[in-house]
């Protein structure tokens, strides 16, 4: 093989390795606010707790998060609102996971702190447990099914 094109096959292995999901990825959505409630700490900074559900998700998708006070600043939001969300998704490669993070809700910027514990997201799909034609129970699984990812691409996590 010559140098041309070892060098060639080289340049090529490095763009497909940089195409491997390195780069972040932008996703917009729609989002229904379940619950919002703005919280005053103890150093008097204002931030807005929210608890959101995914409305084009199939099954249960929800994120609950501590806005920071920009975002408590310029919301005006309820329950029941839906609202356009814009969010990120970037490969973080110490944890060998996609990472998403809420950038844009209505008509405001939102940052969070991704250290902080009270944010987090849930994703679950729930049955009825039926027996003898009565429901009895309900079974719910906790991972991200193929029909949630394949709707709602920003639930990937591998």
């Not at 932008?26 to 919002?36: G, H, L, P, Y």
């Not at 027996?131 to 949630?148: F, I, P, S, Y």
Request: contains cysteine; positive net charge; hydrophobic residues 35%.
């Amino acid at each position: 093989m010559s140098l041309r094109s070892a060098f060639t096959v080289l340049a090529c292995a490095i763009a497909l390795l940089g195409a491997c999901g390195d780069s972040p990825k932008s996703f917009t959505t729609t989002m229904e606010v379940v619950q919002a409630e703005p919280f005053v700490d103890d150093k008097g900074v204002q931030t807005f707790g929210l608890q959101l559900r995914y409305s084009d998700c199939p099954g249960d998708a929800r994120r609950v998060i501590r806005a920071d006070k920009g975002f408590a600043a310029c919301a005006k939001v309820k329950p029941g609102d839906k609202l356009k969300a814009d969010i990120t998704a970037t490969w973080d490669s110490d944890r060998g996971v996609y990472r998403t993070e809420l950038t844009h809700l209505g008509e405001c910027a939102i940052k969070q702190d991704r250290k902080d514990e009270v944010n987090y997201e849930m994703v679950q799909q729930c049955t009825d447990i039926v027996a003898t034609g009565a429901v009895v129970g309900v079974h719910c699984d906790r991972g991200r099914t193929k029909e949630q990812v394949d709707k709602c691409p920003w639930l990937r996590r591998r």
